[in-house]
T-cell receptor, first 114, second 112 residues
Framework: ETGVTQTPRHLVMGMTNKKSLKCEQH?????MYWYKQSAKKPLELMFV???????ENNSVPSRFSPECPNSSHLFLHLHTLQPEDSALYLC?????????????FGPGTRLTVL | SQQGEEDPQALSIQEGENATMNCSYK?????LQWYRQNSGRGLVHLIL?????REKHSGRLRVTLDTSKKSSSLLITASRAADTASYFC????????????FGIGTKLQVIP
């Protein structure tokens, strides 16, 4: 257990559905991240939140909408997704302000878009 | 463009052998980290090496860093079947300590 939990672990949705992914960290960190991991591609950073404020949006399509109500919780709202959005979505957290940035990852949500 | 690139992309060895994975990157870094990922799971941090360090050890892991060549290697000694996983290097670019860029990974299979 890394102290970062994600729900659901698996999600199958149609292109017209709306769903949300949830991430919670129990480590007292101040930064949280969403990554997308597709087969044979590098891990893609999607969003970064620092003290609840979004500090990075890596040109992510608007059909992905993040929400960070507090430093412990992070959501990714999904709507009108495409089949190519099927991937493993990973959440991570870290404590920033130091000289390095070890990230703690959740187990991921395996998303399949039909 | 991709910052870290691991080599080889796949590696298969017998239990007890050593496994060496390499990572090359393009821009100056603050530090370099290695992570491990079991199939379909999240990544787990293994070791971090700072830009002013050349070698670091942690248990059966040995990491080297050559900033002049912009490369790092991860050596796992006396491998075990449980080491089977994907291994990623991640670079933390100078001036951007929140943004860590991952490579595509090396898939290691240790055959019992």
């Amino acid at each position: 257990e890394t102290g970062v939990t994600q729900t659901p672990r698996h999600l199958v949705m149609g292109m017209t559905n709306k769903k949300s992914l949830k991430c919670e960290q129990h480590l007292g960190h101040n930064a949280m991240y969403w990554y997308k991991q597709s087969a044979k591609k590098p891990l893609e950073l999607m969003f970064v939140y620092n003290f609840k404020e979004q500090t990075e949006n890596n040109s992510v399509p608007s059909r992905f909408s993040p929400e960070c109500p507090n430093s412990s919780h992070l959501f990714l709202h999904l709507h009108t997704l495409q089949p190519e959005d099927s991937a493993l979505y990973l959440c991570a957290s870290s404590q920033t302000g130091g000289t390095y940035n070890e990230q703690f990852f959740g187990p991921g949500t395996r998303l399949t878009v039909l | 463009s991709q910052q870290g690139e691991e080599d080889p992309q796949a590696l298969s060895i017998q239990e007890g052998e050593n496994a060496t994975m390499n990572c090359s990157y393009k821009t100056s870094i603050n530090n370099l980290q290695w992570y491990r990922q079991n199939s379909g799971r999240g990544l787990v941090h293994l070791i971090l090496i700072r830009s002013n360090e050349r070698e670091k050890h942690s248990g059966r892991l040995r990491v080297t860093l050559d900033t002049s060549k912009k490369s790092s290697s991860l050596l796992i000694t006396a491998s075990r079947a449980a080491d089977t996983a994907s291994y990623f290097c991640a670079t933390d670019a100078s001036g951007g300590y929140q943004k860590v860029t991952f490579g595509i990974g090396t898939k290691l299979q240790v055959i019992p």
